[in-house]
């Protein structure tokens, strides 16, 4: 009983997820909802293509068609366009190198050998990418089943065409859906994250007893959280500008440079979760030393001050909206004015141990790097010379 009821329960679990896929693609826009219509799209485009093939070529290249259509159904219409047009590029040489080969060598086991090792090199051509094997796979049907004949070799021409012409007809007809705006969000979500560890920390350095232990690990977490979610979202915000290229719908968003500054912004948020980490680990290792107790109030008063400025250049960079260069500007300015002070008075206060001196060097190179970091997070706005 427990063999029959491992891949029942396996297979009712199965069950239970594509059903909850399905919901939750009609519920909201997202992943599943363009993941599910890409597939409606492929069965009707793969059908389509096959039934005209059918109707219209001889049945030794109607496979190629259907094919052809799901190949030609990408996720992005500039990757379906590109793979397209690499594939008929792979048809093409394959087709020929058959047609070369059956008509100065003949069909025979050494010639379609000579064949396969031509395919294959061919094949690495660079610009076929992903479909070079396809050099290999075309050149061989065209060899064995229609013996590099120029006739079957037109037929052949004509599936593929007709496959990838009902594949793009079906991506224009009902073109990806944008994003734009949740990617944005993405990107504003990690730096409202970070905003708020570093206003916690601000809060805490204005205390008579400073943060805690406790506290100082909890916000390390926070961090590494958002430098691994990072990628993830830089890699949405790339899928999203690879499907704005040759896409007919028109974005969610209002501005034309959203994507631009949404990727800027979301390399510079894994950046800036590095930053603060090292600064934690710092404040980390003052906590459990006790050098933190001996670092000098108004050191503390001032360095919490920048802290703020920090995080408030933070929201202004994690924005949704476009943000406001000049007050981004301004406020990086401040904080680095407040961080020249600060070094300043460690440097000339002598009462100042050096262990607590080095640390308070530390600290203010992790806000120091955190500031330019954020300064750089948007790219420079048209004819900014």
Same mark, same amino acid.
């Given at each position: 009983m427990t063999v029959t009821r /491992?891949? @029942?329960?396996?297979?009712? @679990?199965?069950?239970?997820? @594509?059903?909850?896929?399905v919901r939750r693609s009609f519920e909201s826009p997202g992943t599943e909802r363009d993941d599910l219509i890409r597939q409606a799209k492929t069965v009707v485009a793969a059908m389509v293509a096959w039934a005209l093939a059918h109707r219209l070529l001889p049945p030794t290249v109607t496979t190629f068609a259907p094919f052809t259509a799901i190949l030609a159904l990408q996720a992005t219409l500039y990757r379906s366009v590109r793979e397209c047009v690499r594939y008929l590029g792979a048809m093409v040489l394959g087709a020929a190198l058959a047609a070369g080969l059956a008509a100065g060598l003949g069909i025979h086991a050494w010639s379609f050998g000579l064949l396969a090792l031509l395919a294959l090199v061919t094949g690495r051509v660079r610009h076929l990418g992903s479909q070079g094997l396809q050099v290999a796979v075309v050149g061989f049907f065209a060899f064995t089943s229609g013996h590099g004949r120029i006739d079957y070799i037109g037929h052949l021409a004509g599936s593929v065409s007709?496959?990838?012409?009902? /594949?793009?007809?079906?991506?224009?007809?009902? @073109?990806p859906a944008r994003h734009v705006r949740h990617r944005q969000q993405a990107v504003a979500d990690l730096y409202e994250r970070l905003r708020q560890v570093v206003t916690e920390l601000a809060a805490a350095a204005g205390t008579d007893d400073g943060p805690t232990g406790e506290q100082v690990g909890r916000w390390g977490h926070g961090c590494d959280r958002v430098a691994a979610d990072a990628p993830h979202v830089q890699a949405s915000v790339d899928a999203e500008a690879e499907n704005s290229r040759l896409n007919p719908r028109r974005p969610d968003g209002r501005d034309a440079d959203v994507l631009p500054r949404a990727q800027e912004a979301g390399q510079a948020a894994g950046r800036s979760a590095a930053h603060l980490r090292s600064l934690l680990r710092s404040l980390a290792y003052s906590v459990d030393s006790g050098h933190y107790s001996r670092v000098p109030r108004r050191f503390l008063s001032g360095y919490g001050a920048l802290l703020n400025t920090v995080a408030a250049a933070m929201e202004e960079v994690g924005r949704p909206a476009r943000t406001d260069r000049r007050q981004l500007d301004a406020l990086v300015e401040e904080g680095l004015t407040l961080h020249e002070d600060l070094e300043y008075e460690v440097q000339q206060d002598t009462a100042v141990p050096a262990p607590v001196r080095t640390l308070c060097g530390a600290l203010l190179t992790d806000a120091g790097r955190l500031l330019h970091e954020l300064r750089g997070a948007l790219p420079e706005p048209a004819g900014t010379p």
């Open positions: /491992g891949p @029942a329960r396996r297979m009712y @679990a199965a069950a239970q997820e @594509a059903v909850a896929y007709l496959g990838a012409l009902c /594949g793009l007809s079906a991506h224009l007809l009902l @073109a």
